[in-house]
């Protein structure tokens, strides 16, 4: 069944699936390979297409589907907001081992992947967790600005974090923000992690109506609905317009 689960993940164009126990149910846990290439602009690859939220749930909602045709009763598809930590999840299936900079990386893919799974009643075998490990270079800790990732890591000091932070930021958060140049996200320990020096395809979803860059003028004047309209399609818009043109009034200084 294992096998007839992931043939249809395939066709799905999900290449990395894998299976674990979650609370005396199956966890069906899918790898969605992103990145496209790094742009000219102000925002994280993972912020580039239309939000993966939306991309994943659809492709979860399909393979789903198949579950229920081979006899499954219950499927519930999460990503992000599910009862587990994803990494954890996709850890315990056997997709990808822990790095320093706190991602989950697989051999094939590296770090650029989001993570998806099904939680259904279906009878699955979980696989075990990988041998490999992180390189261990430090270069992701080294790179940070923040310092985020000198001791395990401190989500307070991380950029990422901090781009999507609501309300007015401290003098220091500023300084990182200017100091990365993210308006939304951050790749920096990413960027230098030598599991990423490798080739792979994303899945075509999100190499589709891309944005690198924002700038203010894109958003001044634009009341919420139509804000909404235009731009409420993408992750970077979800904290809303006043995160994003606070980032980037720091930016454009
Ligand atoms: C909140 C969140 C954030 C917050 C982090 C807050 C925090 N305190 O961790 C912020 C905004 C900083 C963030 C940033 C990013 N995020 Co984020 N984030 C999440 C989210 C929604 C929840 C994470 C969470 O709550 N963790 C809670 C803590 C307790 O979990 P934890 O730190 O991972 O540790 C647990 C386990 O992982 C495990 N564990 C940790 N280390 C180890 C080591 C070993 C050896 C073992 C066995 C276990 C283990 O034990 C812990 C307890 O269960 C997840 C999706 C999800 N629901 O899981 C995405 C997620 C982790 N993010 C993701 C991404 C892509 C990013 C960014 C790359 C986006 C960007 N470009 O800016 C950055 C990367 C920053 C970084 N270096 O990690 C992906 C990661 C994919 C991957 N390859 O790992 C996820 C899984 C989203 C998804 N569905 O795909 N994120
Ligand atoms: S995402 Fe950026 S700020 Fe956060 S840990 Fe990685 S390098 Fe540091
Ligand atoms: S940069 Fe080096 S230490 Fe950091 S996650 Fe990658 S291999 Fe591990």
């Not at 299976?19 to 000219?40: D, H, N, T």
């Not at 994943?56 to 990503?79: C, P």
């Not at 315990?92 to 992947?113: D, E, K, Q, T, V």
């Not at 609501?166 to 599991?195: M, N, R, S």
């Amino acid at each position: 069944m294992k096998e007839k689960i992931k043939r249809r993940a395939r066709e799905l164009g999900i290449r990395e699936v894998g299976f674990a126990e979650y609370m005396g149910r199956s966890a069906v846990v899918c790898l969605f390979p992103y990145f496209s290439g790094y742009e000219p602009g102000n925002l994280s690859v993972y912020a580039y297409s239309l939000d993966y939220h939306v991309i994943v749930r659809d492709k979860l909602k399909q393979l789903g589907n198949y579950l229920s045709e081979i006899g499954a009763e219950t499927v519930e598809g999460f990503v992000d907001i599910g009862p587990e930590v994803d990494k954890n999840l996709a850890y315990h299936a056997g997709l990808g081992f822990y790095g320093r900079n706190s991602l989950l990386i697989n051999p094939r893919l590296g770090s650029y992947f989001f993570i998806g799974y099904i939680l259904t009643d279906l009878k699955l075998e979980p696989d075990r967790p990988m041998e490999a490990s992180c390189k261990g270079c430090g270069r992701c800790a080294a790179a940070c600005p923040g310092g985020a990732l000198d001791s395990g890591f401190n989500a307070e000091h991380c950029v990422s974090a901090i781009t999507q932070k609501k309300g007015e930021l401290t003098p220091e958060e500023k300084a990182l923000i200017k100091k990365a140049g993210y308006v939304f996200g951050c790749d920096i320990c990413q960027k230098v992690c030598p599991h990423n020096d490798i080739d792979f395809e994303p899945m075509p979803e999100f190499t589709q109506n891309q944005i690198f860059n924002l700038k203010s003028e894109m958003f001044d004047g634009l009341s919420k609905r139509e804000f909404k309209e235009k731009f409420g399609g993408y992750a970077f818009a979800w904290r809303g317009k006043a995160v994003l043109l606070r980032n980037l009034k720091i930016l454009e200084e």
